[in-house]
């Protein structure tokens, strides 16, 4: 199957700094990427969908000043949450979209602010 | 408004099969998927129909029913492995996941 890498897999971070996340396609080209953030034992939550060369689509409620999003290649997208505060703590999850609307994920960002 | 359905715990034995149903409302379809995700992990893409009928992968397959606006999961020769929970998704000029389905297998 295809796959997905997503850097850093954890990170602790202060509050009010800024943190990227980065979502690589390894294997194959996406010109469509999501995020989503998931909390303990709740399903995924999207916040937005990033499509190459464009700008994100963000869901309601989702702030797209504090959730930077870049999708500059076919294989990467980035997130930035940006003046991190501990309730953006949480399970950041990126997904790349095969050819029939698949969602390959990857492994999982797992953010703490301190 | 576009929801997806799914019960949120089913419980089997070791061995079993086992059916886990996806009703969807949406205004696009594009194809209906299944994940799985164990704790801690990220979800896995188990299964995807874009088109009625049934799809079967090893152990798991999966069915699709566009006209009834459903679909479902089967498990076949649980393993305790299997213990995890299940989505089902639908693209639409997004996608759109159910809230999740939690197996539990007991022994």
């Known amino acids: 199957g295809a796959v997905v890498s997503q850097h850093p897999s954890w990170v602790i971070c202060k509050s009010g700094t800024s943190v990227k996340i980065e979502c690589r396609s390894l294997?194959?080209?996406?010109?469509?990427m999501f995020w989503y953030r998931q909390f303990p034992k709740q399903s995924l939550m999207l916040m937005a969908t990033?499509?190459?060369?464009?700008?994100?689509?963000?869901e309601q409620g989702v702030e797209k000043d504090k959730f930077l999003i870049n999708h500059a290649s076919l294989t990467l997208s980035t997130l930035t949450v940006t003046s991190a505060h501990p309730e953006d703590s949480s399970f950041y999850i990126c997904?790349?979209?095969?050819?029939?609307?698949?969602?390959?994920f990857g492994p999982g960002t797992r953010l703490t602010v301190t | 408004g576009q929801s997806l359905e799914q019960p949120s715990e089913v419980t089997a034995v070791e061995g079993a099969i086992v059916q886990i149903n996806c009703t969807y409302q949406t205004s696009g379809f594009y194809g209906l998927s299944w994940y799985q995700q164990h704790d801690g992990g990220a979800p896995t893409f188990l299964s995807y129909n874009g088109l009625d009928g049934l799809e079967e992968t090893g152990r798991f397959s999966s069915f699709l029913s566009r006209s009834d606006s459903y679909g479902y999961l089967l498990l076949q020769e649980l393993q305790m492995k299997d213990s995890a929970s299940y989505f089902c998704?639908?693209?639409?000029?997004?996608?759109?996941f159910g809230k999740g389905t939690r197996l539990h297998i007991l022994p």
């Open positions: 990033s499509n190459e060369g464009s700008k994100a689509t963000y």
């Open positions: 997904s790349a979209e095969g050819l029939a609307s698949e969602q390959y």
């Open positions: 294997d194959f080209q996406a010109t469509t």
């Open positions: 998704a639908v693209r639409d000029d997004k996608i759109i």
